[in-house]
Structures are given as C-alpha cells and as structure tokens.
C-alpha cells in the first residue's frame, strides 16, 4: 500500500506556503529561491500557493489521484511541518482539512496499518 499522500497532495493544493527568506537557497538555505515569490520584507512563498485557489507549482502529478513533491529532498519548513494525520498517532487538523476541500475523507488510523 502506498503512502497516502502519494493518492493526495491536498494540503500542496490548499494553503500559502510562506516562510523566512533565510531557507532559500539564495541566503544560504535549501530552497531553491526560484521556486518562490516574495512576501513582504522576511518573508517568501512557494510559487502557485499565495492565491485565492492556491497550488504549489512545485507539486506535481493530479490532486486526489497520484501526487508528489516535485523538491521533496528541499521542501521549505511549513511542507515539513505539515503531518499527515494520524501518521504518527496524532490528528491534523490542516491536512484534514485540505482532505475536506478536495473532496476526501480525512486520514484515519487504518491508513497507516
Ligand atoms: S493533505 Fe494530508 S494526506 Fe494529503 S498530502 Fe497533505 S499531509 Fe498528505
Ligand atoms: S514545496 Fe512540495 S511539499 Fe511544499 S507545498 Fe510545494 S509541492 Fe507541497
């Protein structure tokens, strides 16, 4: 059985990933400022996700069907943050949601025998 997130992608689909500039590649971090755009003063976004219907540009494949992090390895730290549900034993409350937009029913336990 995969993994749930590689059937989803949801949250990539749902929220702006926003985060200090310092993860980018550009100051020395990870993440490749390339992929961003700028926020305000501290702060940058992944392409496609400051929207009103937000999508990473890094995400690829289709929403619900077959999705994966086009930078996985360099994902900034809201991506790491963000657990699947249940994963680890604990809700959470965003990737339920992000489920919920897009039509899924949110993670439960039995999703990760
Ligand atoms: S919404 Fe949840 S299940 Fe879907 S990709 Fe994000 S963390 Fe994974
Ligand atoms: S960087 Fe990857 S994990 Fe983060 S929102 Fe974009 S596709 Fe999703």
């Not at 219907?53 to 994902?75: D, F, M, N, Q, T």
């Amino acid at each position: 059985m995969s993994h749930p997130c590689l059937r989803c992608g949801a949250c990539c689909a749902t929220y702006r990933v926003a985060f200090h500039w310092l993860e980018t590649d550009a100051a020395g971090g990870i993440t490749p400022a390339a992929l961003t755009e700028h926020l305000d003063s501290h702060r940058v976004a992944m392409h496609g996700t400051n929207a009103y219907e937000p999508r990473c540009k890094s995400l690829v494949g289709e929403v619900g069907v077959a999705a994966h992090c086009g930078i996985y390895a360099v994902r900034p730290s809201p991506c790491h943050d963000l657990k699947p549900a249940w994963e680890d034993g604990t809700p959470s409350p965003q990737c339920d949601k992000a489920r919920l937009r897009h039509g899924m029913p949110p993670l439960t336990p039995a999703d990760f025998p």
